[in-house]
């Protein structure tokens, strides 16, 4: 599909809304649902309104390339993405823009290289045997408070060069209370000025984060090292430094990004593992085949195949990030409509990667899916967990090699087990996090 050059139309089709609110309490109830059903009534593009103007919900791959990549260069984080993200991650680089995120997206690429994020398997599968070192036959874990602590530990290690064994309580709930404030319906209906409670626990988990967050920089200051993240931002570039505020923004975007979605990507799989025996099994006598009974390692991953699309079928269904927005800077057409200046543009993975056009049997979970055969046919970002074009996540390959590696450590020891009677209910505002905990029986295999 392309943007059609003649006959633009001022607005494309919607849902009605109320006087004032628009349709913002209609999403905010149940935005899995909204989104889901404004794009299958009302198509590809979609129009409806809410206190903070007009907003655009696009549903094809064709129309989110057009957005993400071709003209990223019109199209900023916006209003709506700093009003959240912004009070717990400062202008970090997932929401600086224009040169302050060229600058710092460039002195923190290095520690993604490819070669280097191969240096981080060891130590991932290492924190990971230790977690498991700590679970105990026929007990119920809670997965995802298991899976947080254990991927906060490898990113602090790998990016910062630091231990974090005696933060990990104080950081997992400054970051809990935040997400969970970000999902709170005066926090997010009511313009930013206003004193909500959720803004003043807000408040109150970034002061929590930051002493821990200011420890590390001075440690790292006072003991640099010729590798780690904060050493290279405390360097500075061409006689300019960047300032420990700057810094303090940087270091909590990783931790919060580089641990989170990673979880929640592991906490899901093993859900879905738990209610589909068949894939398990497949799993299962992949890792029994390739390990023998012993831990991971990095010379291991490019035989183990079916555990990666284990994991890339768990994103597809359950992405971490369960929409993107975006503002253009400038008005622009798509599809055939057009998109005014300041607008707000929903792309929602969880719409797109559930479309029955691009997926067979959308709803079902079938790692065996992934074929190269199938990817070919797939429209370029039918698929997107990781977001496209120059934003894309810039630890896609360091999240994707983390998950692998511990899901084979977790499943070559453990069989997981869903407690009876649990229901996964997610939250959609950054990340898709469980409203509650998802409890599961460990069975020591």
């Not at 520690?111 to 990971?128: G, N």
């Not at 997010?188 to 590390?216: F, G, N, W």
Request: hydrophobic share 40%.
């Amino acid at each position: 599909m392309s943007n059609d050059a003649q006959g633009v139309d001022e607005r494309p089709p919607g849902p009605d809304g109320l006087p004032i609110l628009g349709t913002q309490l209609a999403f905010l109830r149940d935005p899995y649902g909204f989104m889901t059903e404004t794009a299958r009534e009302y198509g590809d593009v979609v129009h409806w309104r809410d206190p903070g103007g007009d907003v655009y919900q696009l549903n094809h791959p064709d129309y989110i390339e057009h957005v993400l990549v071709q003209h990223n260069e019109n199209y900023v984080k916006g209003d709506e993405f700093q009003n959240v993200l912004g009070p717990i991650t400062g202008n970090g680089i997932l929401n600086s823009e224009g040169e302050v995120w060229r600058r710092n997206r460039h002195r923190i690429q290095p520690a993604f290289h490819p070669d280097r994020i191969r240096e981080y398997a060891e130590m991932m599968v290492e924190f990971t045997e230790d977690a498991l070192e700590t679970w105990t036959d026929g007990e119920i874990r809670h997965v995802h408070e298991d899976m947080m602590a254990v991927t906060l530990k490898i990113v602090a290690r790998a990016l910062f060069g630091a231990d974090v064994d005696d933060h990990v309580d104080a950081v997992g709930s400054a970051l809990e209370t935040f997400m969970d404030a970000t999902e709170n319906l005066p926090h997010l209906a009511l313009p930013p000025s206003i004193p909500t409670p959720a803004r003043r626990r807000i408040k109150r988990a970034r002061r929590e984060l930051d002493d821990v967050v200011y420890r590390l920089i001075e440690e790292r200051r006072a003991n640099p090292t010729d590798h780690d993240v904060i050493s290279k931002l405390l360097e500075g570039e061409e006689g300019k430094a960047m300032s420990t505020e700057q810094i303090r923004d940087e270091v909590v975007t990783l931790l919060l990004a580089g641990h989170e979605t990673t979880a929640l990507a592991l906490t899901l799989t093993f859900y879905l593992l738990s209610r589909n025996p068949a894939p398990e099994e497949t799993l299962l006598a992949e890792l029994e085949a390739v390990l023998d009974g012993r831990p991971p390692t990095m010379a291991d991953v490019s035989d183990l195949a079916y555990t990666e699309t284990v994991i890339r079928e768990s994103m597809r269904l359950y992405p971490p990030v369960p929409g993107i927005v975006r503002e253009p800077v400038k008005p622009d057409v798509i599809g055939g409509y057009e998109i005014p200046a300041g607008a707000t543009v929903r792309m929602h993975q969880w719409v797109v990667h559930r479309d029955p056009r691009w997926y067979d049997d959308p709803l079902a979970f079938r790692p065996e899916r992934w074929t190269d055969e199938m990817e070919s046919d797939l429209p370029k970002l039918a698929y997107f967990p990781f977001a496209a074009g120059p934003r894309r996540c810039i630890g896609d390959r360091f999240a994707m090699l983390e998950a692998q590696l511990i899901l084979a450590a977790v499943y070559r020891r453990y069989h997981l087990e869903l407690v009876p009677g649990t229901d996964l209910d997610l939250m959609a505002t950054i990340t898709a996090r469980p409203k509650h905990e998802i409890p599961m029986i460990v069975h020591e295999r």
